[in-house]
């Protein structure tokens, strides 16, 4: 008897385990909840800790109209992804079109602040401990933002060309998980950042 | 003999082998470097391992010449504080992770029925980035511009505590060749560990349920789990490390109000899952080993399962065992000696579950027995000891004395380097094609148990009689100086065993018999396939219907599947052959 | 053969005690390490039950279930037997209890000695630990002295426990001598307490533990446990200024015109240095270079002019004296009684 004989032809069993590419991306999102966490816990540890000033509460003012644009992008992916499910490639471009545009906007109000704390309050990340969380904290968030944005702008150049198929949705969906988890870190960093530590 | 089935040998893969003989080195070079294959990534892992093995091996030889006697003047204080550094930092991450991490990626597939890893891609990826680690660290003993110059390792300790890393105390750069080697290996384990999760999770042969699925790959996933919560925070404080000492921020600047207790709570909240990472893997070799040269089934398979995924989460809530001595105060001693204590108890039951996989079987003393044996007597005192630093007074005496050191040893050598030696022995044949030669294997095994016994049970002496670790030397009129004699004498022994075994493991290939698919009369799905096996693993998916496929297929009067599944569980063989 | 090798080494220590081994961890000498030694015979014995029973049955099963090649049934497989809940419940029901038990007796330990209350008399001394020597500041009796702790006994009718509160000017150390108290670390920006209190005069032995540079390993701690009188003479003299012989007018010249004073302070003198030991009283001390050498003329000299000679890694530089400078130096210091 060779291996073939472990094989006994009963091929009607219903044989379906988790897709490869879910299950990757979920233990992507846990190495990177862990990595988030401890940064977390720093800035937490650190608030009001700071020697000398500026503190939070001179310095930062609520991001609530970038935060929405963020927020909302999680859908507008969501609907890129169930559009290509339906196989209608023209609707899911269009969505990940809005995805990638609230994602810049998103962006951008991040470097408009910085720019502002930098220049105009004179916070950086070795002036207090304050600096040195926020702006890592924020800036590793700010990181998965741009991998994000550039992932999803692939996938739109190739929706674009019509290279997306009904087959590829699967594959979106991977990616969109990974944009849904950068949008739920981003309502821990603001709740940490913006609520707890001002 | 039970009744064996022989197993018709694949011809093609040794047709293929002979090929690449007549190959340019290029080739084969070429072949190597680009391979996307599960078994030669394994065993890339594996011999990269072995490499970094006999180099951590080395420093600690010279540790131990240096220590032999007190106020040596063998090496310089500088060079020993990077001989420890170097030589923890290197067993933990360029030894123990890729050599378990190469026998799950050489096994898993083959256990499960797979073709491949889940992503094969991702893992050469994985593969490469990891070893470039390890070259990184090593490369600053030759560009390490560090506080002597240049070509000086690190000598922060492999847990660097803060803030001994900051710049004003490592100026240069050998500490950020450390800070840099580990970002980089850890995103290589953490590709791996995903790879393992999604292969077990996804690529299972039809008919493998999890709780079908062989306790290797059951381990391997909680073990993997683990890495993702563990290494995650290790990837995060090196990033704070990184721009402290790069862009001045203030982490662990004590001078500007930043914590060095912060470091100690993150690096350990890594570094004790870690231990388990290490150790699962070994505990995973042992509950396919025992049960083979034991004749019987595993015993308590749900009790291993449930055990191994606690020890897991226990895992994750006893960092600050390492910590007693920094202040944290009475109420959270408290509650880390509790944690601390409560994982014995999952482990306890792994030992006992082995003990009774052992009760009433045949038991054959192959040399990979013999290692598992070796490896269930020293795991327990290695236990017991770890109970004892557990409770937290007890702990203020023993806490970074030789005792610790004695204590993590005889889990990393007992425990995890007996248990690797087994899996050798025991996956050898499959990987090669050939058996390891017993009779030098039985020297190897006697020789370094000596030598291990030698060494590591004296090392707890000058531990209780109050000399600390990382010291390069030490006083004279301590009453140390015995003991030391005795443990570098061992560590010789243990080197000289090592040697054997790598001779064995060279001298085999050539001339060892050869083994054919199935030598030890196994009954996991690996052995199901030609040795070595076709870079295809199976001509065919196999199907399976209990957790013992081949010994459904040899004893198909009386298979596996009548007890392990059904509404009725029951779990007592009748003896329907009698 | 080797099976009770390291409990065998265990029992060795436990019977050779005290005297020859002067950092023996089971030979306690003050209430702390007393206390930890009573826990650690419960645990040793709790864990040598458990190893002697679980190692019993470990050999028993691999003589009894050994294969024999010529018995009947040597060519079948032993019966498959795939678990018993039962027994899974029995190993995981009686080591709880055992954990149970063990952490009590643990809790009670920690709380006895983490907690306890500070008589009102009790000695208070300020340690400060530095890359690679130990200060020790009495902020109640004006004293500051580096590398060797004077302390009063402690009678057990009536206890005169030292407080020792402690930070770190650098990197992590930690304060470890077996035979009064379990290890404490001293970490910057951070205060820790514990206490010691030994019950029989005598010198005390220990070293830093917890890695804190090149010459961790010469970090030696050494506490002098005095009687009452002893201590009090002690304190009469440390409190003295220091001492100002013209006889060694020369090397207090050389001290106080070089970069000696920027690191070391002398009490009444231009020196005022902290980061370095202080020197006040340097020429009563038994030991130089943080308990490494005696402290005679020869080996301050030799220190002096290169600390490397005693302690490579040593943070004060060579001084590039000559020889009459050096000379005259150790003379001045050797003074300072």
């Known amino acids: 008897m060779s291996d073939v004989a472990l094989a006994p032809g009963s091929t009607n069993v219903t044989w379906n385990p988790p897709a490869r590419g879910i299950v990757g991306m979920v233990c992507l999102i846990i190495a990177e909840a862990a990595i988030f966490v401890i940064f977390i816990v720093a800035y937490i540890y650190y608030i009001g800790k700071s020697l000398s000033g500026p503190t939070p509460k001179d310095v930062l003012s609520l991001p609530i109209f970038t935060s929405i644009c963020l927020l909302s992008s999680s859908l507008t992916v969501h609907a890129a992804v169930s559009a290509l499910r339906r196989s209608q490639q023209h609707l899911c471009s269009l969505w990940l079109a809005t995805t990638v545009l609230l994602g810049g906007i998103f962006l951008a109000g991040t470097a408009h602040e910085w720019y502002d704390l930098i220049y105009n309050h004179g916070l950086t990340i070795r002036t207090n401990l304050f600096g040195t969380t926020f702006y890592s904290l924020v800036g590793l968030h700010a990181t998965h933002v741009i991998v994000g944005l550039i992932l999803l702008s692939l996938a739109l150049w190739f929706s674009l060309r019509g290279q997306m198929q009904h087959h590829h949705s699967e594959k979106l969906e991977v990616l969109s998980l990974y944009w849904h988890f950068v949008d739920a870190v981003w309502v821990v960093v603001f709740l940490v950042v913006y609520v707890l530590g001002r | 003999m039970a009744t064996h089935i022989p197993l018709d040998e694949m011809h093609a893969p040794q047709q293929m082998g002979e090929e690449t003989h007549r190959k340019l080195w290029l080739e084969v070079l070429h072949d190597w470097v680009t391979t996307v294959d599960h078994k030669k990534i394994g065993l890339m892992y594996i011999g990269y391992a072995l490499f970094f093995l006999v180099v951590a091996g080395f420093e600690a030889l010279l540790m131990r010449i240096q220590l032999a006697v007190p106020n040596n003047s063998f090496v310089s204080p500088e060079v020993f504080n990077g001989l420890f550094t170097m030589h923890g930092t290197t067993m933990v991450f360029f030894v123990g992770m890729p050599i378990l991490f190469g026998f799950g990626n050489y096994l898993i597939p083959l256990m499960i029925g797979a073709r491949d890893m889940a992503f094969p891609r991702l893992n050469a990826f994985s593969f490469w980035i990891s070893a470039f680690g390890g070259f990184l660290l090593y490369y600053s003993y030759i560009g390490g511009s560090g506080l002597y110059g240049a070509g000086s390792a690190p000598d922060v300790g492999w847990f660097a505590y803060a803030p001994l890393t900051a710049r004003v105390f490592s100026p240069g750069h050998s500490t950020d060749y450390w800070t840099l080697s580990l970002l980089l290996t850890g995103i290589g384990t953490i590709g791996t560990a995903l790879n393992i999760v999604a292969t077990i999770i996804s690529m299972r042969c039809p008919g493998m349920t999890m709780s079908r699925l062989p306790l290797l790959p059951w381990l391997y996933l909680v073990t993997s789990g683990l890495t993702f919560v563990a290494v995650g925070p290790l990837t995060a404080a090196q990033i704070m490390l990184m721009l402290d000492r790069y862009l001045g921020s203030h982490f662990f600047d004590t001078q500007a109000g930043g914590s060095a207790v912060l470091w100690m709570h993150f690096f350990w909240i890594f570094g004790h899952p870690e231990v388990y990472i290490l150790v699962l893997p070994a505990f995973a070799f042992a509950n396919e080993i025992i049960p083979v040269f034991s004749r019987k089934a595993i015993f308590g398979y749900p009790a291993m399962v449930a055990a191994s995924v606690g020890i897991g989460f226990v895992s994750l809530s006893v960092w600050a065992h390492h910590m007693f001595t920094v202040g944290l105060g009475p109420a959270e001693n408290t509650f880390f000696v509790l944690a601390t204590m409560a994982i014995s108890v999952p482990t306890g039951i792994k030992i006992f579950n082995w003990l009774a996989t052992l009760w009433g079987g045949k038991i054959q003393f192959t040399v990979a027995m013999m290692f598992a044996i070796g490896f269930l007597f020293q795991f327990l005192i290695a236990g017991l000891t770890g109970i004892m630093l557990s409770v937290a007074p007890f702990d203020w005496q023993l806490g970074n004395s030789y005792f610790v050191v004695a204590h993590f040893h005889y889990v990393l050598v007992g425990a995890i380097l007996f248990m690797l030696f087994s899996a050798f022995y025991y996956w050898y044949p499959k990987i090669t094609g050939h058996m390891l030669s017993e009779k030098l294997g039985k020297w190897h095994f006697w020789l370094f148990v000596i030598g291990f016994h030698l060494t590591f049970d004296f090392m707890h002496v000058p531990g209780l009689l109050g000399m600390p670790r990382r010291i390069y030397t030490y006083e004279a009129d301590r009453g140390w100086m015995i003991w030391n004699m005795i443990i570098s004498s061992g560590a010789v022994v243990q080197a000289v065993a090592t040697l054997l075994f790598v001779y064995n493991m060279v001298i085999s290939y050539f001339k060892g018999p050869l083994a054919g698919p199935d030598p030890w009369d196994a009954w996991t799905l690996e052995w199901a396939t030609s040795s070595p096996p076709p870079s295809y693993n199976f001509a065919e998916t196999p199907e399976v219907s209990s957790r013992r496929p081949l010994w459904d297929l040899k004893h198909p009067d009386d298979p596996d599947s009548d007890y392990e599944s059904g509404p009725g569980h029951r779990r007592q063989a009748k003896e329907k052959s009698a | ?337």
């Open chain 3, 1 to 337: 053969m080797f099976l009770s090798q390291g409990w065998c080494g265990i029992a060795a220590i436990m019977s050779s005690a005290s005297g020859a081994d002067p950092t023996n961890i089971f030979a306690p000498a003050g209430t702390p390490a007393n206390s930890i030694f009573s826990l650690s015979m419960l645990v040793l014995s709790v864990t040598g039950a458990i190893f002697l029973v679980v190692t019993g049955i470990l050999i028993y099963v691999i003589v009894r279930y050994r294969m024999r090649r010529n018995s009947p049934d040597a060519d079948q497989e032993p019966p498959q037997i795939y678990g018993s809940n039962q027994i899974e419940l029995s190993w995981t029901v009686i080591p709880i209890l055992i954990v149970v038990m063990l952490f009590l007796a643990t809790t009670r330990v920690i709380y006895t000695t983490e907690h306890a209350a500070q008589p009102k008399d009790a000695l208070q001394v300020t340690v400060v630990a530095h890359q690679f020597w130990w200060e020790y500041r009495y902020p109640t009796l004006g004293i500051v002295t580096a590398n060797e702790l004077h302390v009063p006994i402690s009678d057990p009718k009536h206890p005169m426990p030292t407080y020792l509160t402690m930070s770190s000017a650098d990197v992590d150390h930690s304060f470890w001598v077996p035979r009064l108290a379990g290890k404490m670390d001293l970490i910057p920006n951070q205060v820790n307490t514990m206490w010691i209190d030994p019950q029989t005069s005598g010198l005390y032995l220990g070293q830093c533990a917890q890695y804190c540079g090149v010459q961790h390993a010469k970090m030696l701690i050494r506490v002098y446990a005095d009687t009452p009188q002893e201590f009090a003479a002690w304190v009469a003299r440390q409190q003295q200024p220091a001492a100002n012989d013209p006889a060694v007018a020369e090397g207090r010249n050389v001290f106080m015109h070089n970069a000696c004073i920027s690191c070391h302070t002398i009490t009444g003198t231009v020196a005022t240095g902290r980061f370095g030991p202080d020197l006040t009283h340097v020429g009563s001390r038994d030991t130089i270079a943080s308990g490494s050498v005696p402290n005679n003329p020869a080996n301050l000299r030799r220190f002096i002019q290169d600390p490397a000679n005693f302690k490579p890694g040593a943070l004060m530089p060579p001084m590039h004296l000559n020889s009459h400078d050096l000379d005259a130096v150790t003379a001045y210091l050797t003074s300072l009684k």
